[in-house]
């Protein structure tokens, strides 16, 4: 449950800091070493999140002791095939910037029929910054 709080308080800052007219700092203090994850490896809790997020498009960060999540979902695709290129992820002085981008299939090879639900999963060691995605 404490968690889930920590979560939703995160979520409501990100969406907060969305709706001030300041200008977020991006400039690079230092690019950040982080190991892309698969679901297996996560905690059941996020897993879930996961689950009820991945139709849509979403961006969601997740704190389990001293490890930071950034997980970035962007939604049903009509096909398989599909991945998603990391091109940055550095700190700021205020937050933590995170730019990806979804990478549509090889057109070179068979390309899955069914739908998918492409996302990428960071872990990090925990800093308590805001999460900047792009």
Known sequence: MKK???VLCLICILILSGC??????????KDLEFH??????LPQ????????KKSKEFKVTYV?????????????QDTGGYSIGINECYLTKDAIYLSTNLIGPDRTTEIPQDPSYPYVILQLDYIDKNVIFD
């Open 4 to 6: 889930v709080i920590h």
């Open 20 to 29: 001030n007219s300041q200008k977020v700092d991006t400039e690079k203090l």
């Open 36 to 41: 892309v994850l698969e679901e297996e490896k």
């Open 45 to 52: 809790e996020l897993k879930e999140t996961i689950d009820l």
């Open 64 to 76: 389990d002791g001293d490890k930071l999540y950034i997980i970035r979902g962007y939604g049903k």
